[in-house]
């Protein structure tokens, strides 16, 4: 049988592309190997979302094709796509575009028929570019599973590569969304985090009655879903019907995450970001009002050119002021081709690290504080690992917690009271199963 193993760099969205893609080469006949194993063919699904990210891809692909001269090397998405000349030379069989993933499987069946010529499939966006579903048969976790039902971003922010890597913003049409989900409860799945590249624009290439909130509304339908999770919001696309699905719809988990990027307005606004700090507070407490104890996790991007002192502690009074339940930090990275690489004052990498270490120190300070608002309180997990006498899974807030295995099996909802925490997660004990994993 010809051999594939897979590696994925950046989003939950090239995560679930390449579980997709996967299962189209298994049900082609392919059998999937370890990405350190010898095999026939190797695809590295690539993201050019940094220069670092970028670079790895392209290091790992000339790595993988100069360590496996007869295999043929696929590397596909962001990269090739924005910057095609430098993964030209990385000297690999085969180069694939971010919207042209679902024929890779043919491409590959293709050329090892005929391996006379490297071949390159990279299709420039154009205003009707479709969303393309690689495959609606994929596998994550054992319980959870990630449901891309979004992709592209019109909003070209200063700093960002992704609409030029990613393209105009398309969706997934309603019903099939609602389709796939009835496939994933169908196959045992608990929980779907709804993914996409600019997820709350879900809809608006669609009809004006389509939004992400009638989304949310239309999946929690489906018998048998558990828990419906959000991937990554934009604060401007927080709507008042999205905020009554936090109110109202006990299959929404209780967590969001709302990229920040900065505290201060002056950095805000020379991003292009489209809200202020007043404004961003104001959602944050919106939300809070719609679902209390609601997880709020965002993004932070330190090194902004041109960010002062005074404008990073701003970011830091805003932070400790909002009490988010986790942090990611970036250091910005210039991007060619992005209006943010041609602004002047671009910051040295030594600012960059220290503003980084500050806040990532700041995002445990607060991660600790929001797991220990939790002690003493009953909350749901849904079991997903368990190792030696312990068993771990996610609370709807998406707090990490450890249970006494005792307590229930990989895909059972449980009813634990928390008893400590700690800035990584929590520790419960057990008070009763909600609802047994039935597989
Ligand atoms: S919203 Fe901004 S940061 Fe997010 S993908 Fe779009 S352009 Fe990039």
């Not at 420039?124 to 054992?142: M, N, Q």
């Not at 290439?205 to 009638?214: E, H, P, Y």
């Not at 504080?369 to 368990?386: A, H, M, P, T, Y």
């Not at 917690?401 to 009271?417: E, H």
Request: neutral net charge; charged residues 20%.
């Amino acid at each position: 049988m010809t051999t594939v193993g897979f590696h994925t760099l950046g989003c939950k969205v090239n995560q679930q592309e390449t579980g997709a893609l996967a299962a189209r080469f298994q049900v082609a006949g392919f059998q999937e190997v370890s990405f350190t194993e010898r095999a026939d063919v190797y695809v590295i699904n690539s993201c050019a979302v940094t220069g670092e990210a970028e670079r790895k891809s392209l290091s790992l692909a000339r790595r993988q094709k100069r360590r496996y001269s007869e295999a043929i090397v696929v590397l596909a998405g962001c990269c090739p796509q924005v910057s095609l000349e430098k993964a030209t030379e990385a000297g690999v069989d085969l180069l694939v575009g971010s919207n042209d993933k679902a024929k890779i499987v043919e491409l590959v069946t293709e050329q090892l028929q005929d391996r006379s010529t490297a071949v390159t499939l990279v299709t420039p966006w154009s205003s009707d570019t479709p969303f393309e579903v690689i495959s609606e048969d994929f596998s994550s976790s054992r319980v959870r599973a990630t449901l891309k039902v979004q992709d592209g971003c019109d909003q070209y922010c200063a700093y960002c590569i992704i609409p030029y890597a990613r393209g105009r913003e398309r969706s997934l049409p309603l019903s099939a969304s609602v389709e796939q989900v009835r496939g994933l409860v169908a196959q045992g799945f608990r929980e779907i985090v709804l993914s996409g590249i600019h997820l709350g624009a879900y809809g608006r290439d669609l009809t004006q009655a389509t939004s992400l909130a009638n989304l949310i509304a239309a999946l929690s339908a489906v018998e048998g879903l558990q828990r419906l999770r959000l991937g990554s919001v934009e604060p401007n696309d927080i709507t008042a019907p999205l905020l009554q699905q936090f109110r109202e719809n006990r299959k929404l988990c209780a967590h969001i995450h709302l990229p920040l990027q900065s505290g201060s307005n002056g950095v805000l606004s020379r991003m292009g970001r489209r809200y202020t700090a007043e404004e961003y507070l104001a959602v944050v407490n919106s939300l809070r009002e719609a679902r209390p104890n609601i997880g709020i996790t965002t993004d932070i991007m330190v090194g902004f050119p041109g960010e002062s002192e005074a404008e990073f502690e701003e970011t830091i009074a805003l932070v400790s002021r909002i009490g988010f339940s986790r942090l990611h930090v970036f250091r910005y990275s210039r991007r060619d081709g992005t209006p943010a690489a041609a602004m002047p004052v671009q910051i040295s990498a030594a600012v960059k690290t220290k503003r980084a270490a500050t806040l990532q120190a700041e995002s445990l300070v607060e991660a600790l504080k929001f797991n220990r608002g939790l002690i003493g309180r009953q909350i749901e997990v849904l079991v997903e690992s368990s190792e030696g006498d312990e068993c771990a899974g996610y609370t709807t807030s998406y707090v990490k917690a450890y249970l006494p295995l005792s307590v229930g099996t990989i895909g059972d909802i449980v009813t634990v009271r928390v008893i400590s925490a700690t800035s990584l997660g929590v520790k419960a004990a057990g008070v009763r199963c909600v609802e047994q994993n039935i597989q």
